[in-house]
């Protein structure tokens, strides 16, 4: 049985579109090209099309990516770093992002994460509270050290 697939100008317009309405990398548009059933020998293609017309920027979107995460989503380093390795995102542009967040900003925001967490956990022994704050921390993508400087403090 022969396989089906949307033609060329189709799926280009289909990714140029969805580019054009938020930022992606090159994995999200590879995903996308693969779950619209574009045919695989012109995915490289497409996506060459669409980094040579600015509809792709890997280092314009690690930017847009790490402070909505940083920002909204409230997630550590860890977290975002992670995430964007499995984007398959260039080692040298996460670095760059991530040590554009401000370390003031970033305690405060691990601060209030924190104070926000324990109000909310009825736990009284301390020694588990410490535990689940830090396994919550954690869970956010922040360095277990920071986390720990704060607990204590």
């Excluded at 060329?8 to 996308?32: F, G, R, T, V």
């Excluded at 792709?56 to 390795?85: A, H, P, Q």
């Excluded at 040590?99 to 926000?116: A, C, Q, R, T, W």
């Amino acid at each position: 049985m022969e396989q089906k697939y949307i033609n060329y100008k189709k799926a280009l317009n289909k990714a140029m579109y969805l580019c054009s309405k938020s930022e992606k990398c090159k994995s999200d548009i590879q995903k996308k090209l693969f779950d619209w059933k574009a045919n695989p020998l012109e995915h490289e293609k497409i996506i060459k099309y669409l980094e040579k017309n600015k509809y792709i920027d890997e280092e314009r979107y690690v930017k847009f990516y790490v402070n909505d995460k940083f920002k909204y989503n409230k997630w550590g380093k860890i977290k975002i770093r992670t995430m964007l390795f499995q984007k398959k995102i260039p080692e040298k542009f996460i670095n760059e992002a991530l040590s554009k967040i401000n370390n003031e900003n970033y305690l405060e925001m691990l601060k209030n994460v924190i104070n926000k967490k324990e109000k909310s956990l009825k736990e009284t022994d301390p020694y588990k509270l410490r535990n689940k704050l830090l396994q919550f921390a954690s869970s956010r993508g922040f360095e277990p050290d920071i986390i720990m400087k704060i607990i204590e403090n």
